[in-house]
């Protein structure tokens, strides 16, 4: 008779897919460059707050408890462990992301480089406008195995849509670079530190910082067209 093991179930917290019910954006449609104020729910809003200052190990649930000014058996009532808060602010950031990409992308039309501009442009201005939620990636190590695997499954969706715009624009003769796949890790790596440094208070805006990573993101694939 064979041997009947369990496998522990990732963690799920009702609405993580889409932060329905949990303040995150809404779907923004053709307006992927705007983002109003989120509102998160208290509950994650006091986890992001106390991760932003103490990571994720030296952060406490009772902390967290506090922060909102609930008991602990109130905060376990909506979300069941720590990691369970963890999961639901990266799973909900990385809809967002790719909602805003798609979005994006539909609207560039037919060039791969306009294509790849826009995916550049929105995933920076993701990086700046929601940094807080986007510095929390670094925390991607402290899921355990099955959440880590289903939130890089979805950040994976960004490259591979990223990676298939180089290749039609390798194909189309307009994208140069002799190392495509290295070209794309690069122009994610690159974005996605953004969050690292941007701060609002500095000397660019958040749609500066993106065009000037359009523009990067464009010599790294060796963009010409048009003797340009």
């Not at 905060?75 to 967002?96: A, E």
């Not at 190590?141 to 180089?166: C, F, K, S």
């Not at 003769?173 to 690159?190: D, I, K, N, W, Y």
């Not at 953004?194 to 790294?220: C, K």
């Amino acid at each position: 008779m064979a041997r009947q093991t369990s496998r522990k179930q990732p963690t799920r917290v009702r609405g993580e897919e889409s932060g329905t019910g949990l303040g995150f954006e809404p779907d923004p449609g053709a307006d992927w460059r705007r983002f109003e104020e989120l509102q998160l729910s208290p509950y994650l809003e006091a986890a992001l707050e106390e991760f932003g200052a103490h990571g994720y190990h030296g952060g406490s649930v009772r902390a967290i408890a506090n922060r909102v000014g609930v008991t602990l058996p109130t905060l376990y009532y909506h979300h069941g462990s720590k990691q369970d808060l963890l999961v639901t602010l990266l799973m909900g950031s990385m809809h967002d992301i790719l909602v805003r990409c798609r979005h994006a992308l539909a609207e560039a039309g037919d060039r791969p480089e306009d294509q790849v501009a826009h995916i550049v442009e929105c995933f920076t201005l993701y990086m700046t406008h929601r940094r807080r939620l986007a510095f929390l990636d670094g925390e991607v190590r402290n899921l355990e195995p099955d959440n880590r695997e289903r939130y890089i499954a979805q950040r994976n969706e960004l490259t591979v849509m990223l990676r298939g715009v180089v290749e039609d624009g390798i194909a189309d003769g307009v994208f140069h670079t002799p190392h495509s796949a290295e070209a794309v890790r690069a122009v994610v790596s690159m974005c996605q530190a953004v969050a690292v440094w941007y701060r609002s208070d500095g000397p660019l805006s958040e749609a500066e910082v993106a065009q000037r990573y359009v523009a990067l993101a464009l010599d790294i694939l060796v963009f010409r067209r048009g003797g340009r």
